[in-house]
């Protein structure tokens, strides 16, 4: 593993410190039934500073004052052949200072004892209360260590500030090692949407297209679903959240399947619907003509200098008028978007940040108002994703009812307007309707 983009971004954290300690903790394992643990997965926050992979583990920095150099200090639990032989390899305080770039490394077991040592005489803690209460117990202990010491000349960290901030504002633009991993990310979640589209037909289950999709994201590499997948047909396709994926595909439903891969910690997030039988019907081809050029408009509003909310005005703008043009909606445009009254068949916001997290750490307004909104640059990795999702009611063409229709992709933000990362997903109602008709590597 390249260790070089982990110690540079701590490198940059301990630079926007200047002073003070950070303490960053990495997520516990949990059990899923009794003494069975589900998968384990590092804390975003502390796998971007870390890459380090193991449970129990906490990095400490400290940053240089008077003339000391700035460390990295790991602290992670003890090697220990026994416990291998049952869980697995484990680093240890010896060898993981030269595996991960660390400065200094010790057991788990001395973390409690050796902050106060570290906090002493620091102008100031970063660390993120208030996210976890056993480890705000911890931390509160530590600095009540210090203050315990008065007397001897030792003082406590005078100011806490939230470490989390700092290092969300350096997750909100990726390097060259998170773009590359998101590009492959999305590559592997391309070709499993390929393979639904292959695979869908009536009379088949939810759950079993789904089971193609963990099939591909395993067989490529990667090591988990980026968040539970959405296999919803008919109806199913108007609840936003659906993931009982349970029902039987049948002759005329679309199939909307929301489904990302996770690779080394980075989530792809992409959205298709497609008829199960592979043709669209006239009223699913206008609703899903109209979220794409809806999704059309939105990407052509990404770029650098816009704002993260100008994708979502262009966006409804497209669907606002398109529901006046189908009887869905009565009024005007700006009408219909001032009252909000798309909002019946399109309630969600067009996007979000994209990144270790599938809603990725980073504010979305950077001010008050309209006008706060957080500006564009180089380097951001956002979704795009409008939808249209019409339930029956008496004053909806009935042609329409059930129908659910989002697309989504993955863009990077470039110097000159972006790239949709996950652009090998069919998305034209030619492209997919064709695909479907080749089914040789079903």
Request: aromatic share 8%.
């Amino acid at each position: 593993m390249d260790i070089s983009p982990f110690r540079q971004r701590r490198l940059s954290l301990l630079a926007q410190m200047g002073e003070g300690v950070a303490v960053i903790p990495t997520a516990p394992e949990r059990l899923r039934n009794r003494d069975t643990s589900f998968p384990y997965r590092a804390d975003s926050y502390f796998h971007y500073l870390s890459g380090f992979p193991e449970p129990e583990a906490v990095l400490v920095l400290v940053a240089g004052k008077g003339g000391a150099a700035a460390q990295s200090i790991l602290f992670c639990r003890d090697k220990d052949v026994d416990k291998e032989i049952w869980d697995g390899f484990r680093h240890g305080p010896e060898a993981a200072p030269e595996a991960f770039g660390f400065d200094a490394a010790h057991s788990i077991k001395e973390f409690d004892a050796k902050l106060p040592e570290l906090l002493a005489d620091q102008p100031t803690l970063w660390f993120s209360l208030g996210h976890d209460a056993a480890w705000d117990a911890r931390i509160t202990a530590a600095l009540n260590a210090v203050r315990a010491q008065t007397r001897t000349g030792k003082r406590a960290p005078a100011a806490i500030r939230d470490v989390r901030t700092a290092i969300d504002e350096m997750r909100l633009v990726k390097d060259g090692h998170e773009i590359a991993l998101m590009r492959e990310a999305a590559a592997i979640a391309c070709d499993a949407h390929r393979r639904a589209m292959r695979t869908a037909r009536p009379g088949r289950y939810e759950y079993e297209i789904e089971a193609e999709f963990l099939h591909e994201f395993r067989r490529r590499g990667s090591q988990f679903p980026a968040y539970s997948p959405i296999v919803a047909a008919g109806a199913n396709a108007c609840v936003l959240h659906y993931v009982e994926n349970n029902r039987q595909l049948q002759d005329g439903d679309l199939l909307l399947i929301d489904a990302g891969c996770e690779l080394d910690g980075y989530a792809s997030d992409i959205t298709r619907t497609f008829p199960v039988n592979g043709r669209f019907s006239g009223p699913q081809a206008d609703i899903y003509d109209l979220v794409l050029d809806a999704q059309s408009a939105a990407i052509a509003a990404i770029r650098p200098g816009a704002t993260f909310l100008d994708p979502h005005t262009a966006a409804v703008r497209v669907l606002a008028q398109g529901m006046i043009d189908l009887k869905l909606l009565e009024g005007s445009v700006d009408g219909v978007i001032e009252s909000e009254g798309y909002k019946r068949f399109y309630m969600h916001r067009t996007g979000h940040w994209l990144g270790l997290d599938v809603h990725d750490a980073g504010e979305y307004k950077e001010g008050p108002g309209d006008d706060g909104w957080r500006v564009l640059v180089p380097g951001m990795m956002l979704t795009v994703e409008p939808g249209c999702y019409i339930r029956p009611a008496d004053d909806v063409p009935q042609a329409f009812w059930n129908i659910g229709v989002r697309i989504e992709d993955d863009a990077l933000v470039t110097t000159d307007g972006c790239d949709i990362i996950t652009d090998t997903a069919p998305k034209k109602i030619a492209d997919i309707e064709a695909l479907m008709r080749d089914t040789t590597h079903a």
